[in-house]
């Protein structure tokens, strides 16, 4: 059964650098998610993509924070100077086009900030 | 905005018996999606079941089931026969149906439920 994968599977970087989290969504599936989850809360959404493009995005998902589809797999989640309270299970999630509005999720990035 | 709402943090269940987890939402739309989605201590999130809201008929899943009350915006889950693996947190979520392309397609959670299952 196709999934969507994520790595890495727990990343551990200094406060200040740069991460990039990947996702390799379900191929047929043209929507594109990242949502973050902080230890001990709930799912929060940070960015929808379509098309090549954002379509949405939170007041979580300010100028440090960028996604990108670099070719026909892949999607990024890029944090460009990482704050300790950027700790947290970041997920990625993907959708179908049309009929089905189910999103499937990753097994998700533990993201550790020191 | 649409907001989730999940009052019982914690639930307990012995093996074999049935539990049920309450969500409530609150939207202003006539249109929408509610989802279940389990967390083992894994942490991936696992789909559940989901449910359209213009169908009226509850949606079900082997020993899983909904009670959706759309007048009372109301969305519980109903595990039969509880088995160990059952435990982990249980999200309930909100889509809004309205939007094309990935415009409104994000999820919106509760907070969670942890459920216990004791053998």
């Known amino acids: 059964e196709p999934e969507v994968t994520q790595t890495p599977s727990h990343q551990v970087t200094q406060m200040g650098q740069e991460v990039i989290l990947r996702c390799v969504p379900i191929s047929n599936h043209l929507y594109f998610y990242w949502y973050r989850q902080i230890l001990g809360q709930k799912v929060e959404f940070l960015v929808s993509?379509?098309?090549?493009?954002?379509?949405?995005k939170s007041e979580i998902f300010d100028d440090q924070f960028s996604v990108e589809r670099p070719d026909g797999s892949n999607f990024t989640l890029k944090i460009r100077s990482t704050k300790l309270e950027d700790s947290a299970m970041y997920f990625c999630?993907?959708?179908?086009?049309?009929?089905?509005?189910?999103?499937?999720f990753g097994p998700g990035t533990r993201l550790t900030v020191l | 905005a649409q907001t989730v709402t999940q009052s019982q943090p914690e639930m307990s269940v012995q093996e074999a018996e049935t539990v049920t987890l309450s969500c409530t939402y609150d939207t202003s739309e006539s249109d929408y999606y509610l989802f279940w989605y389990k967390q083992p201590p894994s942490r991936q999130m696992i789909l559940v079941i989901r449910?359209?809201?213009?169908?009226?008929q509850n949606a079900t899943e082997n020993r899983f089931s909904v009670n959706f009350q759309k007048a009372a915006k109301s969305f519980s889950l109903k595990i039969s026969d509880s088995q160990l693996g059952d435990a982990a947190m249980y999200f309930c979520?909100?889509?809004?149906?309205?939007?094309?392309?990935?415009?409104?397609?994000?999820?919106?959670f509760g907070k969670g439920t942890k459920l216990s299952v004791k053998p």
């Open positions: 449910q359209e809201a213009y169908k009226q």
């Open positions: 993509f379509y098309n090549n493009e954002i379509s949405e």
């Open positions: 979520a909100y889509r809004s149906a309205v939007g094309y392309g990935g415009s409104q397609g994000n999820l919106i």
């Open positions: 999630a993907s959708r179908m086009t049309g009929g089905t509005d189910t999103q499937y």
